[in-house]
Nanobody
């Protein structure tokens, strides 16, 4: 199993970035995928998730600004991040959450290597 993120970088407040995650080694279309982030000195938190049927989850702080999507034909999951704020600065990870786990706790079976997102003027 391999998850490879791309698309991070430096952006000014109010700007946008699109993160991509390429998945391989498992039946992508039938599982939940998600993005988590970690701010230095703080724990991981789930940012957004997308179920196999397209239903989505967003943590409150990103609702209306971030959009998660998936392309099952390409084994890809995306996170479109708009209206970025300095507090969105973190390392973002693509992950496959553990089946049955809650969005309130970060449990995952597979992780990508992470991509840095920095929001600063």
């Amino acid at each position: 199993v391999q998850l490879v993120e791309s698309g991070g970088g430096l952006v000014q407040p109010g700007g946008s970035l699109r993160l991509s995650c390429a998945a391989s080694g498992f039946t992508f279309s039938s599982i939940t995928m998600a993005w988590a982030r970690q701010v230095p000195g703080k724990g991981l938190e789930w940012v957004s998730g997308i179920y196999y049927d397209g239903d989505t989850y967003y943590t409150d702080s990103v609702k209306g600004r971030f959009t998660i999507s998936r392309d099952n034909a390409k084994n890809m999951v995306y996170l479109q991040m708009d209206s970025l704020k300095p507090e969105d600065t973190a390392v973002y990870y693509c992950a496959h959450p553990t089946y049955g786990s809650s969005w309130l706790r970060v449990d995952a079976d597979y992780w990508g290597q992470g991509t840095q997102v920095t929001v600063s003027s």
